[in-house]
């Protein structure tokens, strides 16, 4: 049985399902986990990391993904930066901008520890980040498979870094939906 761990920078995955579906993505992630393991056979979902920034407005998802088996979560900071030539005022928006922090180097460092550990076989990376392509090297180094996971024709450096990718197409999205499903995607 090949064991498989899947990784998923949060932020990315948002922008790009939203990118692709033309709408904000209400993804139930624990059954887009087992989707992801379940596209081959003979594959067991050990765990499944979910990388996000501890801010109010992700306080809901973190809170459900905690109690879920077999998921982490794993929270960065946002950082806010006063725009040039503006007075910063944090509570102003328009004075600033932000900048995730700290979720490249927690999946960076949980992927690498994981292969090294001999926790997973296969890493299911869920992101379109090119900053990922070091350790997508690292990782195969150690004989791990790297596959990465998409939206369906998500354009991205790191396919040619991982041994497959896996597209996840509006069906998949369909089956993973949280309420009912419409189709905002342009023929």
Not at 37 to 65: C, S, W
Not at 93 to 121: H, P
Not at 122 to 145: H, N, P, W
Request: with cysteine; charged share 25%.
């Amino acid at each position: 049985m090949e064991r498989v761990m899947i990784f998923i920078d949060g932020n990315n995955f948002y922008h790009t399902c939203r990118h692709y579906l033309n709408q904000n993505p209400k993804v139930d992630l624990e059954k887009l986990a087992h989707l992801l393991v379940n596209k081959r056979p003979g594959r067991h979902l050990m765990r499944t990391y979910f990388y996000t920034v501890d801010e109010p407005q992700q306080q809901g998802i973190i809170t459900a993904l905690k109690y879920k088996p077999r998921f982490m979560v794993v929270t960065g900071k946002l950082v806010k930066h006063p725009i040039s030539g503006h007075t910063f005022d944090p509570t102003d928006a328009s004075t600033y901008f932000t900048e995730e922090k700290g979720t490249d180097v927690n999946l960076t460092t949980d992927m690498i520890v994981g292969a090294y550990m001999n926790s997973y076989d296969t890493a299911v990376l869920v992101s379109a980040d090119s900053d990922y392509k070091r350790v997508i090297e690292e990782v195969r180094k150690t004989g791990k498979i790297v596959e990465i996971a998409l939206p369906e024709g998500q354009r991205s450096e790191l396919k040619k870094y991982a041994d497959e990718v896996i597209e996840i197409n509006e069906d998949d999205f369909r089956r993973c939906w949280i309420g009912p499903y419409v189709s905002q995607i342009s023929p």
